[in-house]
């Protein structure tokens, strides 16, 4: 009966990580949130957990975007043989993407440890739930009308400064990007494109970075049950989240996340108050 609990817990925080990765409401605050208020500790590596969700979430991205994926690849590749219009855009589209990906990966590999150690708690979820909340209400009517070929090297930089924000606990990755990149004049369509594609290089750095932490969790033959439905919930309710979040950018409707946010942060910090 005990592993059926911690099956079935692993199971709905897999699908609470996945529904909330591509939304921008910060999954790894909701985790916290989750973990604090239901008294839900991750038995065995937290950072075996973190990887199959966050993995999960990745093959989402890359089954909805494959063919984005493959036209950036191929035309990325063809550009330098040949020098057109198309093959240019997407070949700076890639090189933009890889530009953004290092303000993250430098935080991360320099101050993870004390993001973890010192921003890890509720009260911060709480107060970055309201600073995701302040940048997407600030740029909730905005209709760029900048395209993939339009982008710049300084369009690049600032997103990725904005995903390296993104690694405190409660201030949203796919937030954080799309604010910044929608309020460089950037259109939805492309925003979004960046925002998850950009995802792809940082997930795939993490799960470096925690390889070796994965394979000293002395409880992975244990969990193996536990962690498989994780990823599994985490893989169907992330592809699902991505797909109806789309469908909200392209209607321009952020403002419902920003009025979330605002709502949900004060009331985690209150609640916090009142159980200590």
């Not at 063919?67 to 035309?75: A, E, F, Q, S, W």
Request: glycine share 8%.
């Amino acid at each position: 009966m005990e592993q059926l609990w911690l099956t079935i817990k692993f199971l709905l925080l897999g699908l609470f990580q996945g529904l909330t990765e591509p939304i921008p409401i910060s999954s790894s605050g909701h985790l916290l949130i989750a973990q604090y208020f239901l008294d839900v500790e991750i038995e065995g590596s937290n950072s075996t957990f973190a990887l199959l969700v966050n993995s999960a979430s990745l093959i989402a991205v890359l089954i909805i975007y494959r063919k984005d994926i493959k036209r950036l690849i191929i035309n990325g590749l063809r550009y330098f043989n040949v020098k057109n219009e198309e093959t240019k855009r997407d070949f700076m589209f890639v090189v933009y993407l890889v530009v953004a990906t290092i303000p993250a990966g430098l935080v991360g590999v320099l101050f993870q440890d004390q993001i973890d150690e010192n921003l890890s708690t509720i009260v911060t979820v709480g107060v970055t739930l309201i600073v995701t909340g302040v940048g997407l209400w600030l740029i909730r009517n905005m209709r760029g009308q900048r395209k993939d070929g339009n982008m710049t090297m300084k369009d690049a930089i600032i997103i990725g400064c904005a995903q390296a924000v993104a690694l405190i606990p409660g201030i949203s990755r796919s937030g954080a990007t799309i604010v910044a990149a929608m309020a460089r004049g950037i259109n939805q369509e492309t925003a979004l494109r960046f925002s998850f594609l950009l995802f792809i290089p940082v997930s795939l750095g993490g799960a470096v970075l925690s390889f070796t932490d994965i394979l000293n969790d002395s409880n992975l033959a244990q969990m193996a049950i536990p962690y498989t439905v994780a990823f599994l919930g985490s893989l169907v309710a992330s592809y699902f989240s991505l797909k109806w979040f789309m469908n909200i950018m392209a209607k321009g409707q952020l403002k419902y996340f920003a009025i979330y946010c605002f709502i949900v942060g004060p009331l985690v910090i209150l609640a916090w108050y009142l159980m200590n």
